[in-house]
């Protein structure tokens, strides 16, 4: 299923894309009621197998009935897929190509940093471009939902604890990133973590190590790669991670950038996010996720 958050009358709802449309699950029990039924991303997750089973049986009863639970994407107002992480853990230099574009040695092992939760915001929503920077970059990114608890899994078997994946942007100011060893401050400012516009449960997704991923900006494209070209593909991270601390249900893993950002380009070619721009990312069947520049006011 395509799963995502949308924002209905302030309130925060789960929604499923079908064929018809979009599915607003708070609304269409209103009418449709029935036991058993997650209406929010992170207790869909949290409550585990049998509850996706439900929400997949309703659904397919009610996809085809009338109604203001039904929508047209272009009424959606669209917030962040996932929306209360435990834990939002990404991935540098995980690319060979990004690595070679940067000039900076593949790593031996993942390098790890953290976003937090005002990092993140949803499909078509205006992204201010901090005043603190004049070096705002994009890095279009797959992304982890863990979806059971995972704590020591081995590669073989870390795959069985993901929940699904989806497209992300991992916005990173590079003159605050560089200024220290730790890139926290360049890397979570407020809305420097896109994601969405869906989250596609793991049964839709045959191979996470193999999906272009590309990124758009104002209409041409920056980057345009392959999950095949990670350097740690998405058991090696989960593996790694969990045996330094424990993933629980709904945390995010940002799994790194391929080539194509705008630090590895030459030097006189190095145009920086500004407002007015547009940028759209996608990763190969989760998705485009656009996303539009404005002044920090």
């Known amino acids: ?23 607003d699950v708070v609304s269409a029990l209103q009418t449709h009621p029935k036991k058993g039924i997650a209406t929010s991303v992170e207790t869909l997750i949290e409550e585990g197998a049998q509850a996706l ?3 997949h049986q309703y659904i397919e009863e009610i996809k085809n009935t009338d109604g203001n639970h039904l929508l047209k994407e272009s009424e959606i107002t669209w917030e962040a897929a996932i ?13 060979r190509k990004h690595a070679d574009e940067t000039k900076a040695a593949y790593p031996e092992v993942p390098v790890l940093f953290n976003k937090f939760d005002n990092a993140l915001t949803g499909h ?26 995972a704590k020591h899994v081995t590669k073989e078997e870390a795959l069985d604890y993901v ?38 449960t793991k049964d839709e997704v045959k191979n996470p190590d193999n999906l272009r991923i590309t990124t758009t900006l104002n209409g041409e494209v920056r980057q345009d790669s392959n999950t095949a ?28 950038t391929p080539e194509g950002v705008i630090l590895g380009r030459p030097m006189g070619d190095r145009v920086y996010l500004q407002p007015g721009d547009e940028v759209t990312v996608e990763v190969e069947g989760l998705g485009a996720l656009t996303n539009y520049f404005v002044e920090d006011k």
């Open 53 to 55: 089973d439900n929400l």
């Open 124 to 149: 078509l929503q205006n992204i201010q471009v901090p005043r603190t920077t004049k070096r705002l970059d994009h890095e279009v990114e797959l992304g982890i939902v863990i979806g059971e608890t």
């Open 1 to 23: 299923m395509k799963l995502l958050t949308l924002n209905r009358d302030g309130n925060k709802h789960l929604g499923v894309k079908v064929d018809q449309g979009i599915i």
């Open 163 to 200: 929940f699904g994946y989806c497209t992300s942007n991992d916005l990173s100011a590079r003159d605050i990133q560089k200024r220290v060893p730790q890139w926290m401050t360049g890397k979570t400012n407020d809305g420097f973590a896109p994601v969405g516009p869906y989250i596609v």
């Open 229 to 256: 070209d990670m350097i740690f593909d998405c058991a090696e991270i989960i593996e790694y991670i969990s045996a330094h601390m424990t993933l629980y249900p709904g945390d995010l893993i940002m799994t790194g």
């Open 83 to 95: 929306t209360r992480p435990r834990k939002i853990i990404c991935v540098g230099l995980n690319y």
